[in-house]
Every structure is written in structure tokens, then in C-alpha cells.
């Protein structure tokens, strides 16, 4: 208990106490107080209208990751079992993680509708990273093992669940739990730049044009709260299910 105070309360009511004194030094129009936009998230979660947004948020940056995740992990596979194709993909690679997010934002809203935007903004933005640990994972694979299933000529099924997936699992996760926050955040900045019809970035983007700070701070304390929840819940069960292979 004591620890969690010093670790977590504290900061956190030094944090708005800092935002509170603040505040009052500002118009609120530029930095309302943390008891307004308190107020504004109350209204917010009493809407209809922001559940089936965060719906639709949540599932844009599950489809962006499902992408990200099947794709990612046939190509570190890939890159595993061939010299040609690791050669061919690492600069790839560092290309796609040199790349800034917005540049595939601008390239996305000339290719794409702009429902799809968020999901290929998510993919593209964590492929490189599912990539990078799947094959460093797979490096992991001790050759006197390999020596084994040569020996007893195994199939590739059962080497798939008794050596390669123990090998990534630990990989894997670490990944998942960078990304989880990184697929929510950069799902909402796609909305908001998409303008798309609806979603979270949709319900910033309108708050924005309206000039309400407040409410503009209000969803940006809910989706840090539903990216910490969100991630949680998932990293568990991807976790578990992970585990088995470990």
C-alpha cells in the first residue's frame, strides 16, 4: 500500500494539483481545470454516441494488428529459412521504420477510402516491429535442437509447436505489449486526419472545431484509460494463450 502511494498517488496528485494552480492562471479556453474536464468526461460516458465510437476505434486498430501480426510473423518466418529473402527484406524494414506516420497518412488518404485509413496506418506502423522479434526469436532456436529434428525427421508441425513457437513466444509478447498502446493511438490520429465518420478521432476532430478544450482533454484522459484497460485485458489473454508454447 505504502509503495503503491509513493509510486502512483502521489504523482498523480502532485500532477493535477501542478494542473489545478496552473489553470488559474490561464484563460480556460486554453487550459481548462482538471474539475471541467472531470465534468466533461462524465458527459461523455453518459453518450451512447461515444461507446459505439470507441467500438469502432478499438476495432480498427484490432484489424490494423491482425494484419500486422499474420503478416509479420510469416515474414520473420520467412526471413528465417531464407538468406535471399532476409536480405531483401531488411532494408525494407528500415525503410518502413524510418518512414514517418504522417508521410503514410498523406500517401493513405490519396490511395485509400478513408474508412480503411486507420487500419493500414496501424498495420504499417507495427508490422516492422513483429517482424524484427519474430526473427530475432526464431535466432533463439539452439542448433542441437535443429540437429534433433533433422535426425528424427520431423515434421514441420511438430516443430512448429514443440521448438519455433517456444522460441518466439517470449518475442511475441514483449512486441504486443509495445503495440497494443501504439495501435489505439495511431488508429485515433488516423481518424482525426481522415475525418472519418465515426470513431474517436471523429469526436476530437468535432471538438476541436468547436473550440472545446476541455472536452478535447477529456478524450484524450479516456483513451489513455481504455488503452491502459485495453491493454491489459488483451496482453492476458495473448499472454495466455502464449504461454502454453513457453
Not at 2 to 20: D, E, N, T, V, Y
Not at 106 to 129: G, K, M
Request: aromatic share 12%.
Amino acid at each position: 500500500m505504502k509503495r503503491f502511494l509513493l509510486s502512483k498517488l502521489l504523482p498523480l496528485i502532485g500532477f493535477l494539483l501542478l494542473w489545478q494552480i496552473s489553470s488559474l492562471f490561464f484563460n480556460q479556453l486554453i487550459l481548462p481545470s482538471p474539475l471541467a474536464v472531470f465534468g466533461k468526461i462524465l458527459v461523455i460516458m453518459k453518450s451512447l454516441t461515444f461507446y459505439s465510437a470507441l467500438l469502432v476505434t478499438l476495432l480498427r486498430a484490432l484489424g490494423g494488428l491482425i494484419i500486422a501480426l499474420s503478416l509479420g510473423i510469416f515474414i520473420g518466418f520467412a526471413m528465417h529459412f531464407s538468406k535471399a529473402v532476409s536480405a531483401l527484406m531488411h532494408p525494407v524494414i528500415i525503410t518502413l521504420q524510418s518512414l514517418p506516420i504522417i508521410s503514410w497518412l498523406l500517401l493513405a488518404l490519396i490511395w485509400f477510402d478513408s474508412s480503411v485509413i486507420p487500419v493500414f496506418i496501424v498495420a504499417v506502423s507495427t508490422i516492422p516491429i513483429i517482424i524484427l522479434n519474430v526473427y530475432e526469436g526464431l535466432k533463439e532456436v539452439s542448433g542441437e535442437y535443429l540437429e534433433l529434428v533433422t535426425f528424427y525427421k520431423l515434421d514441420f508441425r511438430r516443430c512448429l509447436q514443440g521448438l519455433y513457437l517456444p522460441s518466439i513466444a517470449t518475442y511475441i509478447i514483449s512486441a504486443y505489449k509495445i503495440i497494443i498502446g501504439l495501435c489505439i493511438k495511431t488508429s485515433v490520429m488516423a481518424e482525426v486526419i481522415a475525418r472519418v465518420k465515426q470513431g474517436i478521432g471523429t469526436e476530437m476532430n468535432l471538438a476541436w472545431i468547436n473550440i472545446d478544450t476541455a472536452e478535447v482533454l477529456a478524450y484524450t484522459v479516456l483513451i489513455v484509460f481504455f488503452t491502459f484497460a485495453t491493454e491489459r485485458l488483451l496482453t492476458f489473454i495473448f499472454s495466455g494463450t502464449l504461454r502454453n508454447y513457453q
